[in-house]
């Protein structure tokens, strides 16, 4: 492992204060305005077409690197107080075959990963947006198009337009209007598909605590795959999220489709510890279907648009690692406005930052999804053939550790580690400086 150089420079200078809007309130978004106006002090305010936003969703996994971002934003405590500390990943067969055991002490003996409820975090961020009085939020604001003229930017909703801004920040999720509609944003976009295989999940109670601190998956082939993962409390008792792969083909017709009775005996055959689980499933309104895109962009910016979170790097999510590119697109954004003189220049650094981290993930979802969720018998043998045995050795376990926790910028650089994990275990004391961020950051000019 080459170790990384860190060549850092404190910047004198910052860009000014600018005026600053962002397109959608989801985790990208809330985490960039609150790191733009806790770091820079710059004018923000949030566009979100929904009314009163909340978030659906399963539980879902933080990272180190995204809790490192939380706890930058003073949030990552009280995070941690609704989730449920995550050691270790197992995957095996529904005939007990182990394919791996990642425990994140591979990383670091201090290194944890936490389940969260989706809704639990976005309720933090957002809770944390709208108590923060220089962020404006205004909901309800579906925006259509942006308009880039002699350096400022104007959106426009449905006959008005808002604005003019000095940079805007698209955080408008995988399905990303603006990236798919607006002629200057779509030359970005290299590759946006959809994967022939999502999931349907649910969230139900773990009274006996079977999943205590493990995500836990059991596949069949490539056709059946179970995940289970530990995501906090409801009413006082532990809570798990179920997800049950299944193709995108059945999005518009599994309502009416879906016989419930033969689904909870096809997830008990696949993993009868699941039993207790399916047992609390009733109706089809406890189960959701979630779909998931591909997407890569070129470049994250054009001109004063800047793309952040799945609107510029939508992935599957094997590798649990979505929302907390996000948390880290957020953060970087907002160091690079802190060290950069103009916005020009803190784009451009911001994309060169951005692009391994985002290139790996993006890179290692794909190779790997079809393992686990495709058409494909071979993959499915090849995957129970080896990967167990691949993954008992040593350094492929501490790698796949390392890529578990979102800190790989590519083959062989990473992310310190060590820095991560002693902020978010709480060994070292968070302060105002950036000395951290500069620290994980190398680029910085
Ligand atoms: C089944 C599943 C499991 C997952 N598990 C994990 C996991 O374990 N770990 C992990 O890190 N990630 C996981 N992810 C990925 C993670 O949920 C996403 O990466 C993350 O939520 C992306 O955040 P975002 O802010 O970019 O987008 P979103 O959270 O989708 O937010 C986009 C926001 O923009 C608003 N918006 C959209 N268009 C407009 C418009 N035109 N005008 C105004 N507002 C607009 C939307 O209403 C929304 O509020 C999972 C995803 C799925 C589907």
């Not at 607006?182 to 349907?200: A, K, S």
């Not at 009775?261 to 309104?285: G, R, Y």
């Not at 779909?291 to 070129?298: K, Q, S, V, W």
């Amino acid at each position: 492992m080459i170790p990384i150089k860190f060549c850092v420079r404190n910047s004198p200078t910052q860009v000014r204060l600018i005026n600053i809007a962002i397109v959608g309130a989801g985790t990208a978004g809330c985490a960039s305005a609150l790191f733009l106006s806790k770091y820079n002090q710059h004018k923000v305010s949030i566009f979100e077409r929904v009314e009163k936003p909340y978030s659906v969703g399963a539980g879902l996994l933080l990272q180190p690197t995204g809790m490192y971002a939380l706890n930058r934003l003073g949030l990552l405590d009280e995070v941690k107080q609704k989730g449920t500390q995550i050691n270790r990943l197992r995957a095996e067969t529904s005939k007990g075959r182990g394919l791996f055991d990642i425990k994140y002490s591979m990383l670091h003996p201090d290194a944890f990963g936490l389940g969260i409820h989706r809704g639990e975090l976005f309720q933090h961020l957002y809770n944390a947006v709208t108590n923060n009085k220089s962020i404006k939020v205004l909901t309800n604001t579906h925006i259509t198009n942006v308009e880039q003229t002699d350096g400022k930017v104007v959106l426009n909703t449905t006959g008005v337009s808002q604005g003019p801004f000095d940079l805007v920040i698209a955080a408008d999720g995988a399905r990303s209007h603006l990236c798919r509609t607006n002629p200057l944003l779509m030359t970005l976009t290299r590759r946006h598909r959809v994967y022939p295989w999502g999931t349907l999940w649910f969230v139900v109670k773990d009274p006996e605590n079977k999943f205590g601190d493990t995500l836990h998956q059991t596949v069949q082939g490539t056709k059946k795959m179970l995940g289970i993962l530990p995501n906090g409390y409801h009413d006082g008792e532990r809570v798990v999220s179920v997800f049950w792969s299944v193709p995108t083909s059945i999005k518009d017709t599994w309502r009416k489709t879906l016989d419930i009775e033969a689904l909870k005996n096809e997830i008990c055959c696949v993993q009868p510890l699941a039993k207790p689980l399916v047992d609390q499933l009733h109706s089809i309104d406890q189960l959701t279907f979630a779909d998931y895109y591909d997407t890569i962009l070129e470049n994250p910016y054009h001109g004063r648009v800047v793309v952040v979170g799945d609107a510029c790097h939508a992935m599957s999510p094997q590798l649990g690692n979505g929302a907390n590119l996000a948390l880290w697109d957020s953060m970087v954004l907002s160091t690079f406005l802190q060290n950069n003189d103009t916005v020009e220049q803190a784009l451009k650094g911001f994309a060169a930052e951005r692009k391994p981290h985002v290139r790996f993930y993006g890179m290692c979802s794909r190779m790997l999804t079809p393992y686990f969720q495709s058409n494909s018998k071979v993959l499915g043998w090849g995957r129970d053939a080896f990967m167990g045995p691949f993954s008992s050795i040593p350094f492929v376990g501490k790698q796949m550790a390392t890529v578990l926790s979102g800190v790989k910028r590519g083959v062989i650089n990473k992310y310190d580690e060590r820095t991560l994990v002693q902020a978010i275990s709480g060994r070292r004391a968070l302060d105002n400086s950036d000395h951290d961020d500069k620290v994980l950051i190398r680029n910085i000019i």
